[in-house]
T-cell receptor
Framework: GAGVSQSPRYKVAKRGQDVALRCDPISGHVSLFWYQQALGQGPEFLTYFQNEAQLDKSGLPSDRFFAERPEGSVSTLKIQRTQQEDSAVYLC?????????????FGPGTRLLVL | GNSVTQMEGPVTLSEEAFLTINCTYT??????LFWYVQYPGEGLQLLLK?????DKGSNKGFEATYRKETTSFHLEKGSVQVSDSAVYFC??????????FGTGTRLTIIP
């Protein structure tokens, strides 16, 4: 079956531009996560949805970052007024119910480069 | 807060060598522990997991045992292959669903 998909795979933005990154989770998965992975580092948590409810956004680095999942399926991560430090790979993951023991399934990521 | 410390890389081994990648953790409560792997050009995928103390996760010849007394989840494989070359991430989940990852260990196996 289809896995988690993300688009675009690569994005180059000029500093100050707004970007929108899309995630399509595995069909039927209730929980959706966003992570940020800097070069040479492990992924770091940004935010978490259960259906359309954003239950945890403690990892969002600033108010320039905004995520939504209005119909409980596709999610969009938006970054306003991008800065060079936003350059990273943005990973989306989904799981069936989001319980602690469950496996999270990751998409291929969107590599963002801010010039 | 939660944290994961894993063996720094890169690690280079000859084919058929024994592999250990160390991972220790700090967490509140009783976490679930995971090893994820990222092959070249591919996304993160689960390698194995253990959800309670003394559980052993295993997959593709890799094993890791959840040791609560030493707060460790070391990854081992008895005989590595060139195809095992990848970046390996230790991670935990503790009560709040999100994963906390280590920094990753790049493994290269030479023929």
């Amino acid at each position: 079956g289809a896995g988690v998909s993300q688009s675009p795979r690569y994005k180059v933005a000029k500093r100050g531009q707004d970007v929108a990154l899309r995630c399509d989770p595995i069909s039927g998965h209730v929980s959706l996560f966003w992570y940020q992975q800097a070069l040479g580092q492990g992924p770091e948590f940004l935010t978490y949805f259960q259906n359309e409810a954003q239950l945890d956004k403690s990892g969002l680095p600033s108010d320039r970052f905004f995520a939504e999942r209005p119909e409980g399926s596709v999610s969009t991560l938006k970054i306003q007024r991008t800065q060079q430090e936003d350059s990273a790979v943005y990973l989306c993951a989904s799981s069936f119910q989001g319980a602690q023991k469950e496996t999270q399934y990751f998409g291929p990521g969107t590599r963002l480069l801010v010039l | 807060g939660n944290s994961v410390t894993q063996m720094e890389g890169p690690v280079t081994l000859s084919e058929e060598a024994f592999l250990t990648i160390n991972c220790t953790y700090t967490a509140t409560g009783y976490p679930s522990l995971f090893w994820y792997v990222q092959y070249p050009g591919e996304g993160l995928q689960l390698l194995l997991k253990a959800t309670k103390a003394d559980d052993k996760g295993s997959n593709k010849g890799f094993e890791a045992t959840y040791r609560k007394e030493t707060t460790s989840f070391h990854l081992e494989k008895g005989s590595v292959q060139v195809s095992d070359s990848a970046v390996y991430f230790c991670a935990l989940s503790s009560g709040n669903e999100k994963l906390t990852f280590g920094t990753g260990t790049r493994l290269t196996i030479i023929p």
